[in-house]
């Protein structure tokens, strides 16, 4: 057949003009590290947020003095667990291409409910009280969910008014201006406690190792169906990187980092960071690897094709609510974990936007459809980093950039950015 | 053609009525689709061409219609009916996922799995299978997603998606009315090659050009009747396009309007 107008000529000798050449045909090493750094498409993916990540450590570790510095790092890492998570939550929803402006308050509400049975006078245990927690976050859920899917209402407008109405209900429960403290151990323990260094390095071994065995068995599959496969050498130095870059960092928190002449030690990786891979992973492998996940992306890149194609539009919105309320549900853990109480205020003020934003910035799409869940720990980190950073340079050119006004500013901007990156590299693929 | 090409029809439909509201869109309709042919479907804006497609693939229900598929009388009460059944579409927006890759467009809402994941190598050896038996020869990776495809690409997917379910009748609503020339020309080879596969298939068109070239019958509709099937062979674009624009061509069509009881 006459092809000629179909594809515009390939240029280089590299680039073989077979059918199905990438599919058929056995890359060598260099060939497929080149595909993988000079990937072909517009989804520029999480590459702005990592580009991001690595020049705010740059630009604070040189202005900032204790920016780099063991104990600033493992902060850094513990005030971004609620921001990274509620990010993961959201993202659920942006998929879809909605919002979810309650998310914050959701997990207010649902850390509130949860301090509130703990406290005198009730003295709920533990075993009760955070799993009432979870069924909150599920129930705002599955009603955000039915308004939106069954009903028709934009989500938009539901949030919205939820975002009200949560606010009220956490307000009733703390009593207005009030706070709950937490003194629940594994709450507390949540965010500001670490594990033990041997746990640390225990870590290591599950995750280089996890990514090892599943990238070679999922290698293995597709020889034996005589489709071509990622190389072994190419997962091997993979694998090796991350537990170089994993094992640098467990290295760093193993150490003392207590202030001089503390009682006790202060080591180990947070226990916040084992329990954000746990929830990330197995929320990656729903996303990525079933019928379920394929169908969120289906939803969010094309309803009527989804709807032509048999799946349950409803459903499919309702699931991402209830995962959204489930998962912010977490967060709030966290967020009551990293004050010790809970207010009012919990989950609210710039909470919501700050976790919206993360996730853009860490490159899921505003627009629905894409985004990994890796994007939005990314951009919790950058937006953590440029939170901490500031926190530590204090005034420079006459700019206190301890202040609310400075930060929230640059935070803004950086958003903006994002969004703009986002909306430009969609209307370069859509046109 | 020649007659003895004429198997049994796959698809038969008989006296279908449908209104909507006090509009009645389709009268006394009968359609066939033959295995291993072209029918073409034709009429002006508002004839029922649409409203018969949708009728057969499920999304809407005939109000009265005798449905035979293979010989058997059928009744199609929504698109998973028809899936079932063998008989699928492929819309003029072609509802394909631009986010999505070929591979998982073309399994979309049925995908493989091996217990709880998706059988991924299975999927994509499948859809290369099926690109490859339909001569697609212009993408590079089925892998590839679905944004980065060019028009032609794009309806062959849609296609070939179609194909891919071991269907026996495929409806094709206007496909190669966004397209260029040379992408015009794959999806008719595409929609030739599908028929000589056996395959019985349906094609809506504005474009006699494209009618004349690729069918072996033709079915006029005019005001929601059938104005007249005809072989492609044994008449000419003159006579069709007197069909689809006043109803009837000389002896062919629908009696005259001052004739027609009302």
Same mark, same amino acid.
């Given at each position: $057949?006459?092809?000629?107008?179909?594809?515009?000529?390939? *240029?280089?000798?590299?680039?073989?003009?077979?059918?199905?050449?990438?599919?058929?045909?056995? !890359?060598?090493?260099?060939?497929?590290?080149?595909?993988?750094?000079?990937?072909?498409?517009?989804?520029?993916?999480?590459?702005?947020?990592?580009?991001? &990540?690595?020049?705010?450590?740059?630009?604070?570790?040189?202005?900032?003095?204790?920016?780099?510095?063991?104990?600033?790092?493992?902060? !850094?890492?513990?005030?971004?667990?609620?921001? $990274?998570?509620?990010?993961?939550?959201?993202?659920?929803? &942006?998929?879809?291409?909605?919002?979810?402006?309650?998310?914050?308050?959701?997990?207010?509400?649902?850390?509130?409910?949860?301090?509130?049975?703990?406290?005198?006078?009730?003295?709920?245990?533990?075993?009760?009280?955070?799993?009432?927690?979870?069924?909150?976050?599920?129930?705002?859920?599955?009603?955000?969910?039915?308004?939106?899917?069954?009903?028709?209402?934009?989500?938009?407008?539901?949030?919205?008014?939820?975002?009200?109405?949560?606010?009220?209900?956490?307000?009733?429960?703390?009593?207005?201006? *009030?706070?709950?403290?937490?003194?629940?151990?594994?709450?507390?323990?949540?965010?500001?406690?670490?594990?033990?260094?041997?746990?640390?390095?225990?870590?290591?071994?599950?995750?280089?190792? #996890?990514?090892?065995?599943?990238?070679?068995?999922?290698?293995?599959?597709?020889?034996?169906?005589?489709?071509?496969?990622?190389?072994?050498? &190419?997962?091997?130095?993979?694998?090796?990187?991350?537990?170089?870059?994993?094992?640098?960092?467990?290295?760093?928190?193993?150490?003392?980092?207590?202030?001089? #002449?503390?009682?006790?030690?202060?080591? #180990?990786?947070?226990?916040?960071?084992?329990?954000?891979?746990?929830?990330?992973?197995?929320?990656?492998?729903?996303?990525?690897?079933?019928?379920?996940?394929?169908?969120?992306?289906?939803? *969010?890149?094309?309803?009527?094709?989804?709807?032509?194609?048999?799946?349950?539009?409803?459903?499919?919105? $309702?699931?991402?609510?209830? $995962?959204?309320?489930?998962?912010?549900?977490?967060?709030?853990?966290? &967020?009551?974990?990293?004050?010790?109480?809970?207010?009012?205020?919990?989950?609210?003020?710039?909470?919501?936007?700050?976790?919206?934003?993360?996730?853009?910035?860490?490159?899921?799409?505003?627009?629905?459809?894409?985004?990994?869940?890796?994007?939005?720990?990314?951009?919790?980190?950058?937006?953590?980093?440029?939170?901490?950073?500031?926190?530590?340079?204090?005034?420079?050119?006459?700019?206190?950039?301890?202040?609310?006004?400075?930060?929230?500013?640059?935070?803004?901007?950086?958003? !903006?950015?994002?969004?703009?990156?986002?909306?430009?590299?969609?209307?370069?693929?859509?046109? | 053609?020649?007659?003895? %090409?004429?198997? =049994?029809?796959?698809?038969?439909?008989?006296?279908?009525?449908?209104?909507?509201?006090?509009?009645?869109?389709?009268?006394?309709?009968?359609? =066939?689709?033959?295995?291993?042919?072209?029918?073409?479907?034709?009429?002006?804006?508002?004839?029922?061409?649409?409203?018969?497609? %949708?009728?057969?693939?499920?999304?809407?229900?005939?109000?009265?219609?005798?449905?035979?598929?293979?010989?058997?009388?059928?009744?199609?009460?929504?698109?998973?009916?028809?899936?079932?059944?063998?008989?699928?579409?492929?819309?003029?927006?072609?509802?394909?996922?631009?986010?999505?890759?070929?591979?998982?467009?073309?399994?979309?809402?049925?995908?493989?799995?091996?217990?709880?994941?998706?059988?991924?190598?299975?999927?994509?050896?499948?859809?290369?299978?099926?690109?490859?038996?339909?001569?697609?020869?212009?993408?590079?990776?089925?892998?590839?997603?679905?944004?980065?495809?060019?028009?032609?690409?794009?309806?062959?997917?849609?296609?070939?998606?179609?194909?891919?379910?071991?269907? %026996?009748?495929?409806?094709?609503? /206007?496909?190669?009315? =966004?397209?260029?020339?040379?992408?015009?020309?794959?999806?008719?080879?595409?929609?030739? %090659?599908?028929?000589?596969?056996?395959?019985?298939?349906?094609?809506?068109?504005?474009?006699?050009?494209?009618?004349?070239?690729?069918?072996?019958?033709?079915?006029?509709?005019?005001?929601?009747?059938?104005?007249? /099937?005809?072989?492609?062979?044994?008449?000419?674009?003159?006579?069709?396009?007197?069909?689809?624009?006043?109803?009837?061509?000389?002896?062919?069509?629908?009696?005259?309007?001052?004739?027609?009881?009302?």
């Amino acid at each position: $057949m006459a092809q000629a107008a179909d594809e515009p000529p390939t *240029g280089g000798a590299a680039v073989a003009r077979n059918d199905f050449s990438i599919d058929s045909e056995q !890359l060598g090493l260099g060939a497929s590290l080149q595909r993988l750094v000079f990937r072909k498409g517009t989804d520029l993916g999480a590459a702005p947020a990592l580009l991001g &990540l690595i020049s705010l450590t740059l630009l604070f570790g040189l202005s900032a003095d204790r920016f780099i510095s063991k104990g600033n790092f493992a902060n !850094l890492l513990t005030q971004a667990t609620w921001l $990274m998570l509620l990010a993961v939550a959201v993202t659920f929803v &942006l998929l879809l291409g909605e919002i979810d402006l309650s998310a914050g308050y959701t997990a207010g509400l649902c850390v509130v409910v949860t301090a509130y049975l703990l406290a005198p006078p009730h003295n709920v245990t533990p075993w009760v009280a955070i799993p009432a927690g979870f069924v909150v976050g599920a129930t705002i859920g599955v009603i955000t969910g039915l308004l939106v899917a069954r009903v028709g209402i934009p989500a938009f407008v539901v949030t919205l008014a939820f975002f009200m109405t949560w606010q009220g209900v956490v307000l009733i429960i703390a009593k207005d201006g *009030g706070t709950i403290p937490i003194t629940n151990d594994l709450i507390i323990a949540f965010v500001n406690r670490s594990m033990r260094p041997l746990f640390g390095w225990i870590l290591l071994v599950l995750i280089a190792g #996890g990514y090892l065995v599943s990238a070679l068995r999922k290698a293995q599959l597709r020889t034996r169906n005589g489709l071509p496969a990622e190389l072994r050498s &190419l997962i091997l130095i993979k694998a090796g990187m991350l537990a170089l870059g994993w094992g640098a960092m467990t290295y760093v928190l193993n150490q003392n980092r207590a202030f001089a #002449g503390a009682t006790a030690p202060l080591e #180990g990786v947070p226990i916040a960071v084992p329990v954000v891979v746990a929830i990330v992973v197995t929320l990656h492998f729903l996303l990525e690897r079933t019928s379920w996940g394929r169908h969120v992306y289906a939803v *969010g890149g094309n309803v009527e094709a989804a709807r032509r194609a048999g799946i349950s539009v409803t459903w499919i919105k $309702m699931s991402c609510f209830i $995962m959204c309320g489930l998962v912010a549900c977490v967060a709030g853990l966290a &967020l009551g974990s990293q004050l010790n109480s809970v207010s009012p205020q919990t989950g609210g003020n710039d909470t919501l936007l700050r976790a919206v934003g993360a996730a853009v910035i860490g490159g899921v799409s505003l627009f629905g459809g894409r985004g990994k869940l890796i994007y939005p720990i990314i951009g919790g980190l950058v937006v953590a980093m440029i939170d901490n950073g500031l926190g530590l340079l204090g005034t420079v050119a006459q700019i206190d950039f301890t202040a609310s006004g400075p930060r929230f500013i640059v935070q803004g901007l950086v958003l !903006l950015f994002a969004a703009t990156i986002d909306a430009l590299s969609r209307k370069r693929s859509v046109g | 053609m020649s007659p003895a %090409k004429d198997d =049994a029809p796959i698809l038969a439909i008989r006296g279908a009525n449908k209104s909507f509201g006090a509009i009645h869109v389709l009268h006394d309709v009968d359609f =066939a689709v033959y295995p291993g042919q072209v029918t073409a479907l034709v009429g002006d804006n508002g004839a029922g061409k649409s409203t018969l497609v %949708k009728c057969i693939s499920g999304v809407y229900s005939f109000d009265g219609a005798d449905v035979e598929f293979a010989g058997n009388p059928v009744t199609i009460s929504g698109p998973r009916d028809a899936a079932h059944l063998g008989i699928e579409v492929v819309y003029q927006d072609l509802a394909l996922c631009d986010n999505l890759d070929i591979v998982q467009n073309m399994f979309l809402g049925r995908e493989r799995r091996t217990g709880a994941t998706l059988d991924e190598s299975s999927m994509e050896k499948l859809a290369r299978n099926t690109l490859a038996d339909l001569s697609v020869r212009t993408v590079k990776s089925v892998r590839q997603s679905v944004a980065s495809l060019s028009g032609g690409q794009r309806q062959t997917v849609a296609i070939a998606k179609a194909v891919l379910w071991d269907s %026996k009748v495929v409806l094709l609503d /206007e496909p190669t009315a =966004a397209l260029g020339v040379a992408q015009t020309r794959n999806v008719l080879d595409l929609v030739r %090659k599908m028929a000589d596969q056996g395959l019985g298939v349906v094609i809506i068109s504005h474009n006699m050009n494209d009618v004349f070239e690729v069918a072996d019958r033709i079915v006029a509709l005019y005001l929601g009747r059938v104005a007249a /099937e005809v072989r492609t062979t044994e008449s000419t674009r003159a006579q069709v396009v007197e069909l689809i624009t006043s109803g009837r061509s000389g002896d062919l069509g629908l009696a005259r309007a001052d004739q027609v009881q009302i």
